[in-house]
């Protein structure tokens, strides 16, 4: 039989299936194969009797971990993102895979060696204190891993001893259920009457339905209730978050309903138990695959449903290669499987509210929280005002005063510091002016390096001003506020206050995340000062107090998705304020208080911000009434990025003659242009939905005829931000 096989190494050039001779296996299976003089792995996706060629070599047949269904959505995929075959197939298989070797998830474990003379041992650690120590250690319990002792002892202690032969070693394979610690407690709850109409709405159908419901609805609930009746029917599951909300909360939760069925599939995991997760998904063990964006791929059989929590998160859009949209994938993959795609969000994105009201998706939704509270009370704050009265501190009157009455009755505050991508925008602070493009009317981003003002849709440049156009003001305000100037503040304010900080430069250590909201959540600091990564999916129910402090950083991101992605987060942020018993207050400090975001916000209208904006979008046609598709070039030396460029400018201009349907179309400098070393342009362009399709694998086709020899190019569409 000729098998034909992708091989795993990545490049261009060989990505094709190669013939091999083997024995009649089925598709999806992995194989051992020679290429080019290098012993690697393949997976087949081709069976023939015959091949063109002559003396095939032989390929070795290991195991099948790819099913035709993923076969078929990898095909799917390979044509919507122009995506190379074996770049979708690692998507699909955990990287112990990748090898040839037994991929079973095997610790070592150590234990004292018995029967040697005590005598001989003493003198053999007379001068290593350290080794003495393990050894005690070890006789004192039944053995530890490897890996703990290391970590304990350090690795020149722990080999010291092996190396002297005083422990014995075995290999295990301990298939322990990752981050086991958080099962968290069973509740038992009735649905609502509102829950149980969206869950049995589910169970029964199949498309795509999005649950609209207001942070504190109960949708986990629906969602637990939903994949309940999909295991009775003995079909399986899987459900997407946001990676950053990946927080024990949901993770308990779903262990404690479901126990073991879960399996979590997180890039935070190791090789060995990412590979152990994985396989008790294949073999049925698991039914509920838990994950961020990469929990699509599971391989599970018969999926009955594919939830996407806080659907209108960006994280659930890889940006690096493959570059895919998880929510698109999911819905590939619902449609071929026959199953349910749940979208849920208090905020949904404008799009897939778009295709509810026009019926495409079926709309279920959650009006009321379930705790007696309703949505805390939001105030905004006028910080043009302050700075008028002389207030030139990070805290308003009112957030001040509020954060004292909280501190005082021992209840827990958040206070919430937008930050998005790298940019900061330029702003007066006496009049809340803001630096914008005048072509494009968003607003500019400081380039500290050069110290100029860039627009981000254009990419035209202007001087860095030294005073305000509109009053005259000098104190211009640049660059961010950090979470340590807030700390600091607040020590200034409350000398006792204790306070804990998260954001990126907090959070670089893999556990440090869970360890600081931990902390928080049992009680060890009142207040908890953060970026985007608190704003999701938490639940603290001593927090009666949120403070947002510059809501403003998002909402003059250069981008078309500003007002969203600013009303998206005030109503997260909001939504971790008064989640238990307690009444929640929200304080929203901002220089432009009458923009709708805030008018909308104060009142969690989404509805009334969605038909404001979705109108806007349609004036100025953005997305979703174009896709935005962006053509990215980087080469080593400007000159071959600059033709590149222009050739492929020509040639979709040649494009847009024959096909119509683009509204805007410009090459330039990208906004950020260099970046590893590379020097970056780009071809911005605006289309409409209906020639997408046509046009786009066109456009697919210059990125590979064009691409710069000494660098990159490629094309994405809706990309999150355009730097
Ligand atoms: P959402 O995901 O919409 O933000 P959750 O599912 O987290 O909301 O629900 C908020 C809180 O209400 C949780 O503590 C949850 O246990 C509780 N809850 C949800 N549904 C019910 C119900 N039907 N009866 C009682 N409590 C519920
Ligand atoms: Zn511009
Ligand atoms: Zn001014």
Redesign the pocket.
């Not at 419901?213 to 609930?221: L, N, P």
């Given at each position: 039989m000729v098998l034909e096989v992708i091989v795993d190494i990545s490049t261009a050039e060989i990505d094709r299936p190669f013939d091999y001779e083997g024995e009649d296996v089925p598709l999806g299976s992995r194989v051992a194969v020679d290429f080019a003089g290098r012993h690697t792995v393949g997976f087949v996706v081709g069976k023939k009797q015959t091949s063109e060629f002559s003396s095939l070599k032989k390929a070795r047949y290991l195991d099948t971990p790819v099913s035709a269904e993923q076969l078929k959505l990898m095909n799917e995929m390979r044509a919507a993102y122009n995506l190379r075959h074996i770049d979708v197939l690692r998507l699909f298989i955990p990287t112990k895979l990748r090898e040839e070797r037994d991929p079973e998830y095997k610790r070592i474990f150590l234990t004292a060696a018995q029967g040697i003379d005590e005598e001989a041992v003493a003198a053999m650690l007379k001068r290593a204190p350290k080794q003495r120590e393990v050894l005690d250690h070890l006789r004192a319990g039944k053995g530890e891993y490897l890996s703990v002792l290391t970590e304990r002892f350090g690795a020149g202690a722990v080999n010291g001893l092996r190396e002297k032969g005083l422990v014995n070693e075995s290999a295990v394979h301990d298939a322990r259920v990752p981050l086991e610690t958080l099962a968290g407690q069973k509740?038992h709850?009735?649905?609502?009457p509102d829950?149980q109409r969206a869950a049995d709405a589910i169970t029964e159908g199949k498309g795509v339905y999005l649950l609209h419901?207001?942070?504190?609805?109960?949708?986990?609930?629906v969602y637990m209730s939903v994949i309940e009746k999909m295991l009775e029917k003995g079909r399986t599951a899987i459900m997407l978050v946001p990676e950053i909300a990946l927080t024990p909360q949901i993770l308990g939760l779903f262990r404690a309903r479901f126990g073991d069925a879960v399996a979590l599939m997180h890039s935070g995991l190791n090789a060995g138990e990412r590979y152990d997760e994985w396989k008790r998904l294949r073999d049925g063990e698991a039914k509920i695959a838990v994950g961020p964006r990469s929990a699509v791929f599971a391989p599970l059989k018969d999926i009955g449903v594919i939830i996407i929590d806080e659907e209108h998160d960006s994280s659930y859009i890889s940006e690096s290669n493959p570059r895919y949209d998880a929510k698109q994938v999911a819905k590939m993959r619902a449609e071929n499987c026959g199953a349910a795609l749940v979208l849920g969000s208090?905020t949904p994105d404008m799009e897939s509210y778009l295709l509810a009201t026009e019926g495409k998706y079926k709309l279920l939704t959650?009006k009321n929280r379930?705790?007696a509270h309703q949505l805390p009370e939001m105030e905004i704050v006028d910080m043009v005002q302050e700075f008028r009265y002389g207030n030139r501190s990070l805290f308003s009157a009112a957030l001040a005063d509020a954060m004292g009455a909280a501190l005082g009755r021992g209840e827990q505050i958040i206070l919430f510091l937008n930050r998005r991508g790298f940019a900061s925008f330029v702003m007066c602070r006496s009049c809340g002016w803001v630096a914008k493009c005048e072509d494009c009317d968003v607003s500019l981003t400081w380039h500290k390096s050069e110290n100029v003002l860039k627009c981000h849709c254009c990419g035209r440049r202007y001087h860095m001003l030294s005073k305000c156009p509109q009053c005259g003001g000098t104190e211009i305000k640049q660059g961010k506020t950090g979470t340590e100037k807030v700390a600091e503040e607040l020590k200034a304010l409350f000398p006792d206050v204790r306070v804990l900080r998260m954001d990126n430069d907090t959070t670089s250590r893999k556990d440090s995340y869970f360890r600081i909201l931990n902390e928080f959540a049992s009680g060890g600091a009142d207040v908890l000062v953060g970026t985007q990564m608190i704003a999701k999916g938490h639940?603290f129910p001593n927090v009666t107090l949120v403070g947002i402090l510059e809501a403003d950083s998002a909402l003059y991101f250069s981008d078309y998705r500003s007002s969203e992605r600013t009303f998206q987060l005030i109503t997260q942020v909001a939504?971790r304020a008064g989640?238990a018993d307690k009444k929640g207050r929200v304080i929203l400090q901002t220089y432009s208080p009458r923009h709708y975001v805030f008018r909308f916000g104060r009142t969690y209208d989404y509805e009334g911000f969605w038909r404001k904006e979705i109108n806007t979008r349609m004036v100025t046609k953005f997305p979703p009434f174009t896709k935005v598709v962006r053509v990215l070039v980087a080469a080593e030396d400007e000159q071959s990025a600059v033709d590149s460029t222009r050739n492929i400018y020509r040639a979709v201009k040649d494009i847009e003659a024959r096909v119509g349907g683009f509204v805007y179309l410009g090459a330039a400098k990208s906004p950020v242009t260099r970046m590893h070393g590379l020097t970056r342009y780009q071809v911005l362009m605006r289309v409409t939905p209906s020639v997408y399709a046509a046009v786009m694998p066109e456009i697919y086709a210059l990125t590979a005829k064009f691409k710069p020899q000494k660098g990159s190019c490629f094309a994405e569409t809706d990309p999150q931000s355009l730097i």
């Open positions: 509740k709850v009735t649905l609502t829950q419901g207001v942070t504190g609805s109960g949708k986990t609930e208090a959650l379930i705790a639940d939504g989640r």
